[in-house]
C-alpha cells in the first residue's frame, strides 16, 4: 500500500530581523504564505523490511536518513513507538536552496502520511516533533498563512480569511545558503519595525488588495543579495517594467516573488520572464 501528498512550497511577505542571539540565531518576524506551485509529491510506501528508505527523482539530492524528510520518518518512529518499515519517495518540483522552504515541507509532508496512517500523535505532539526537525516544518503541518517569530518556529494564524494576491515566482537557478544570508545581514537593518507593514500587510491579503500587499512588502535579507547577485536586481528591475506591482526576494534567496494585479497580468508577465530570461524558472500562483 502506497500514500502520496503534495508538499507545497512557501513565500515570505514579510521578514524583519529583530536581533541576533549569543547562540548566532537571528530572531525574526516574518509572514509565511503557501503556494501550490512548485510543490513536490511526496510517497509512502509500506514494506516488509525494517528501516527507512529514501530516495529522490532529483539527483544528488541527499537520501535516506541523509535527508530531513527521512529524519523525520526516524523522529515519528521514535515518538510514535512504531518499528519504522517504509520507502519514500520525492518527486521534486521545487527548487533546492531557493528561499521556498522544500526540505521543511517534505519533512512535514512525511509526518501528516504518518500520522494520518497511524493516529499516534496529537496536533500539539506532532507540531512539537516538528519543530525538533527544523524552524519552519510546524508551518507546512497547516499550510495556510502564519506569522513566525522567534527563530520562526513560533506561529500565529490571523483571524479571517487571507486572500493571496495573484503570484509570480522566479527562480534563477542557483542556490544560496540560508547561513550566507543571515551572516550578511547590515548591522543597521536589525531591529524592531514600528512602521505598521506587516499589520497592514496582514489588512490587505484580508481585503484582497493587491496594491496594499504590494505596497507592504518586506525582507531585511534582501539587500546583501541583489548586492552580491546582480541578476536578482535585473529581475526584480525587469517585473516591475512589465507589469508587477511590487517584487522582492523571499526567505534567504535567491528566489523572487512578483506581485500582480490581476490573473491575466500575472499569465502576461510570465511569459515577457520567460522569454527575456531563459535560464530561470517561472511558476504562477
Known amino acids: 500500500m502506497a500514500l502520496s501528498i503534495a508538499s507545497r512550497s512557501k513565500i515570505n511577505l514579510y ?11 537571528h530572531e525574526i518576524e516574518t509572514l509565511f504564505l503557501p503556494l501550490d506551485v512548485p510543490a513536490d509529491r511526496i510517497s509512502l510506501d509500506f514494506v516488509n523490511a525494517p528501516g527507512i528508505r529514501l530516495t529522490s527523482s532529483l539527483p544528488g539530492l541527499p537520501e535516506n536518513l541523509e535527508n530531513l524528510a527521512g529524519r523525520a520518518a526516524l523522529a515519528y518512529s521514535d515518538m510514535a513507538g512504531i518499528p519504522a518499515a517504509w520507502s519514500i519517495r520525492i518527486e521534486k518540483a521545487i527548487p ?19 500520522n494520518d496512517h497511524y493516529g499516534k500523535l496529537s496536533e500539539k505532539d506532532l507540531a512539537a516533533l516538528a ?5 519552519d516544518v510546524p508551518f507546512f503541518l497547516q499550510n495556510r498563512p502564519a506569522i513566525a517569530t522567534g527563530i520562526g518556529e513560533i506561529f500565529r494564524y490571523p483571524a479571517g480569511e487571507l486572500i493571496a494576491p495573484p503570484i509570480l515566482v522566479v527562480n534563477p537557478r542557483f542556490p544560496v545558503s540560508s ?8 548591522p543597521e537593518r536589525i531591529g524592531a519595525d514600528r512602521s505598521g507593514r506587516l499589520d497592514r500587510l496582514v489588512e490587505a491579503l484580508r481585503g484582497n488588495d493587491p496594491k496594499g500587499v504590494a505596497e507592504n512588502l518586506h525582507n531585511d535579507l534582501a539587500a546583501a543579495l ?17 507589469g508587477a506591482l511590487n517584487a522582492e526576494i523571499t526567505g534567504s534567496g535567491p528566489s523572487l516573488f512578483a506581485v500582480c494585479p490581476t490573473a491575466e497580468s500575472r499569465t502576461s508577465l ?6 527575456a530570461f531563459e535560464s530561470v524558472s517561472v511558476f504562477e500562483n
Do not use: Q
Open 15 to 25: 521578514l524583519k530581523t529583530l536581533r541576533r542571539r549569543p547562540d548566532r540565531y
Open 96 to 114: 533546492v536552496a531557493a528561499g521556498m522552504g522544500g526540505g521543511s515541507s517534505n519533512a512535514a509532508a512525511v509526518l501528516r502520511l504518518l
Open 131 to 135: 519543530v525538533t526537525l527544523g524552524a
Open 179 to 186: 547561513k550566507w544570508a543571515y551572516c550578511n545581514i547590515a
Open 226 to 242: 541583489y548586492k552580491k547577485f546582480p541578476l536578482l536586481s535585473l529581475l526584480r528591475d525587469f517585473m516591475l517594467e512589465h
Open 270 to 275: 510570465a511569459h515577457a520572464v520567460a522569454d
